[in-house]
């Protein structure tokens, strides 16, 4: 059984930054791709970005590009995201994720794990 527990968030004004935290628990982190997506209310469940098993490759959504940065830190077992330049629009419940086919880590149906999910809010 894998847990990933997310920390950070919470409210900030446009043009703030946050960091968010997903720490998993077991030996394989290192063998999976990782990644974020978000939900805002009423929306489908929304992909941020992902990164591979190494860190060396990283991919966004074009919404969050120049903003965000994903990374890892595979001594730590954790992902992080680092989200800069902040906008109303990026409000959201986040989630980290185990993707399990590289292929597709854009699609939220190819991860077996998330996250309990973080609060972002930005404010006007």
């Known amino acids: 059984q894998v847990q990933l527990v997310q920390s950070g968030g919470g409210l900030v004004q446009a043009g703030d930054s946050l960091r968010l935290s997903c720490a998993a628990s077991?030996?394989?982190?290192?063998?999976?791709?990782m990644g974020w997506f978000r939900q805002a209310p009423g929306k489908e469940r929304e992909f941020v970005a992902h990164?591979?098993?190494?860190?060396?490759?990283?991919s966004y959504a074009a919404s969050v590009k120049g903003r965000f940065t994903i990374s890892r830190d595979n001594a730590k077992n954790t992902v992080y995201l680092q989200m800069n330049s902040l906008k109303p629009e990026d409000t959201a419940v986040y989630y980290c994720?185990?993707?399990?086919?590289?292929?597709?880590?854009?699609?939220?149906?190819?991860?077996?794990?998330w996250g309990q999910g973080t609060q972002v809010t930005v404010s006007s």
């Open positions: 994720g185990r993707c399990l086919d590289p292929q597709f880590c854009s699609t939220p149906t190819k991860y077996d794990y």
């Open positions: 077991g030996r394989t982190f290192n063998s999976y791709f």
């Open positions: 990164i591979s098993a190494s860190g060396g490759r990283t």
